[in-house]
């Protein structure tokens, strides 16, 4: 399910602010952790408590889609699916059993190949590992559109957001994104966007800024506090 | 060794009522696996303790098979094997050194290849990670037939129970078989045999009429509470 505006505003509260944590403010770190974790239950079958899918992991780069993939499991989602390129999926597999992992990313069909499974995934992660590959970023493209049709919520990082950078439209106005740049990341992006460099003085008024520009995407800027805007709240 | 009627009992009794466990069923369940795991002794030799083989693995699913392979270890057999295709087998024999992976199930000479080895093993579990490749599904109904010639146990699960779902009387009747499916994998198996929905006001009587229509087969529904029939107890 989606990041609401609740939660929204505690995570902003809990992270963003420029002050050492309260005991009264790790309490509703663990309230907001307890309702993002699914609770352990023997009422749900698997599958139920999040299906997620993992595009990327290429030649260059395999621990960044695992990172993600096992993230996933590790915070409560039953199944983590990882979509990348042949070479790439032996390795990836042989870090862990609990990932599923499809060598398809560099198939001629990868579309599709990825687009069967999109009906069974909660949530796509698009990016980590994925390199900057052209046939690669072309497949990708495909998917992401793909999954824009079936409404799925996408999570942008790492060469996603390369991808996004060159490409603006393939995301803007699809509210169901969340983009999660890190600083130099932010910055390309920013600037692709705004015709402007970042403004050093006024980080939480360019996240919301860029946030508005992109047609209302929840961005997440990474840092030493992450700062959190979906182009209303977080300035 | 099969699982005896007094031990079909014992778990019924230890897993399926809907009660708190007190000492006495703490101590039971206890005196119950003891039964099950063999003593480790000096007396025995490698192999003496349980040869099992796993059905299972393909370009989607590694994990399935690694997990049943491993745990017939950790409960006490001797000697693990899995029976997977080519490119599944490099990623299983990584997870861990402790099994013998064999990467036939998709060679032209699948079927023969796996019989060679089934005089040596005690019983063989069909189905973690195999998928629904129509090559793999045919290859897999060759051992199971000659399994069977054998008069070898074997478990089903997973795609090993779609398989079966096709094709009912490729197990109807061996009652050296134990199903185990999970809620949706049940469901699929008693439509197919029974022509009617599960009636979900009367699960334990599902269970019981499912193995009867299989011919007297052990099934073990699993779920919150594993539910286990062999057409005559479970009621």
Redo the contacts between chains.
Sequence with gaps: SEIGPDLLRVIERSFSLHRTHSLKDMENIFQLVRNVIPPLT??R??GQDGRIGIVGGCQEYTGAPYFAAITALKVGADLSHVFCTKDAA?VI??Y????????VLDSPNAVHEVEKWLPRLHSVVIGPGLGRDEVLLENTKGIIEKSKVKGIPIIIDADGLWLISQQPSLIQGYQRAILTPNYMEFSRLYEAMLRDPVDSSDHHGCVLRLSQAMGNLTIVQKGERDLISDGEKGK
Tied chains: 1, 2.
Excluded: A, D, M, N
């Excluded at 862990?96 to 060598?103: D, K, N, R, T, Y």
């Design positions: 023997g009422k079958h698997k032996t597999k042989s862990s059993p609990e990932l599923i992992v499809h060598p």
